[in-house]
């Protein structure tokens, strides 16, 4: 079995939710962050497996705005006053809430294609996660990371990557 990837898990909710279209378009970010690679990983072997992390994550590692192993980005507050500026508090509330939902630990080892059946089975009442953020939001989260689990589980996503 290939090495574990560390990940946080709203990272991996994120990449869930990325693959709704059924078609992706992989490719490098200006922050030089390693989400690309990860979803490539991830769909190219579902036994990956996965070590939950609360901090930074294999995602975080190449990021240009990861200093020394802490995220320095900021958020966009306006629409979610609510919501601490920085991005790694705000991480940090939503990774522990869904370490909540879905019985998870920090540093808990499991495989990309279970953690998926985890999240199809604990896929709603996203506002409970998403508390700051406004209700379309999350609404449309909510049908996308669905539609995503979907693809990702029935094997129906296609997919081109660029370095
Ligand atoms: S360091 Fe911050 S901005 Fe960069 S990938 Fe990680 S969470 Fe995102």
New binding site residues.
Partial sequence: MSHYLLV?PH?FVDIMASFAPGFIELKSHP?Q???HRVSLQILEDRNQMLRIELG??A??KT????KDG????LIDTSFRPQAPSS??AY?LLLDERWCGRLEMQCNELLTAYDLCKRLLKNADNLEEIYREVPADYVNRKEQTLRSGLQHYLNKTIRWTYEL
Avoid: E, G, M, V
């Fill in positions: 946080k990272h922050y962050h390693s989400l930074a994550d995602i975080c990021c240009i705005l990861n802490l995220c320095t980005d991005k790694r991480n």
